[in-house]
């Protein structure tokens, strides 16, 4: 991965916590390739963009957890999207992950639904998520074509339906957990959101290995045998450990990914590299946005126009306001 530097001395894990950060390992013993994810500062910063109630914040979270564990894989320059269309209080949430380490968020939600589930005490992020479809878009650039993956959302979250995806879509065996914390504050000050995620890889040599048992038949004839493949021990094992894994132990501030990984590994031995950065930060310009209004016809432009004579344009993302005068919107000069 690009910025990588592998440490190749066997020392003790380090102590020193950071926040804002993805750390790849590797576990040659379980042939396990992965990243661990922590953020801080960074989701507060996306989430302060919007009036968020709590419930929908941790349903952004996850979100951008997942965005960053599978976005930060890319080997070039390109953004991964990761956007769910379902009918929960929560109907669409898109996080948006340019690399190597920009990322943002916007999510959709029915106030009056979302009051509801609070009511039945139904607000975990798979209950608001609903059910629906995932989609995740690789976009390399206007000469490159995208590539796309849906994989159904049943209700159980963005964890299973990313299981789902890569048992379905890249036949590989993966793990993924993900987790989101509000930390109050003493003294009554205002909270702060964290997040923290790991995801882990069956990636043998020997490819037959890693083999998986065929996506379920459904409604197959009665007497059919669902295809079974006996699951590698190696897989097994590790696919066991980060089973393990506390909600708490993703988000806790005062433990660090190493020794998070070392607690996970220790007895197999883990390799850890050099942490990339994560950072919130907009992709919207005037530039951008003034290339959008061009793209409209000019009639469509013109019902644009309010009152006061100018086109208002705010960015779903992180807020900020675009205004532009009817002449600049319709390619009119004045006079």
Sequence with gaps: MKGERTRTATRAASEATQDDIVTAFQVDALDIRGRTVRLGPTLDALLAHHAYPP?????????????????SSLKFEGRFILQTQ??????MVVADFVSPDKIRAYARYDADALAEAER??????????????????????????????????????????????????EQIPTRVRLAVGEEMKPGGAESSWRAGGLLAQFLPQDASRARMADLSPGDAP???????VDEDDAWVEARSLVG?????????????SERLLYRLFHERGVRVFD?????????????????????????????????????????????????????????????
């Excluded at 379902?86 to 109907?91: A, E, H, K, M, Q």
Aim: net charge negative.
């Design 222 to 228: 009665e007497g059919v045998e669902e295809h079974k």
């Design 55 to 71: 419930a929908v914040k941790r349903v952004v979270g996850e979100a951008v957890t997942l965005a960053v564990l599978l976005g």
């Design 244 to 256: 393990t894994l506390e909600d708490v132990e993703l988000i806790d501030r005062d433990l660090s």
């Design 275 to 335: 942490p990339l950065p994560i950072a919130a930060r907009c992709s919207c310009s005037r530039e951008k946005v003034s290339g959008v209004l061009a793209s409209f016809g000019p009639e469509e432009r013109r019902e644009m126009i309010q009152d006061d004579g100018k086109v208002t344009v705010t960015c779903e993302f992180c807020g900020r306001t675009y205004k532009f005068t009817a002449e600049e919107v319709l390619g009119r000069v004045d006079g």
């Design 120 to 169: 039945r005490n139904e607000t975990s992020p798979a209950a608001l998520l609903g059910r629906g479809h995932l989609a995740m878009t690789i976009d390399q650039g206007i000469s490159t074509n995208r590539y796309q993956g849906v994989v159904a959302l049943d209700g159980s979250g963005l964890e299973a339906a990313a299981h789902e995806y890569f048992h379905q879509s």
């Design 86 to 91: 379902t009918d929960g209080p929560v109907d």
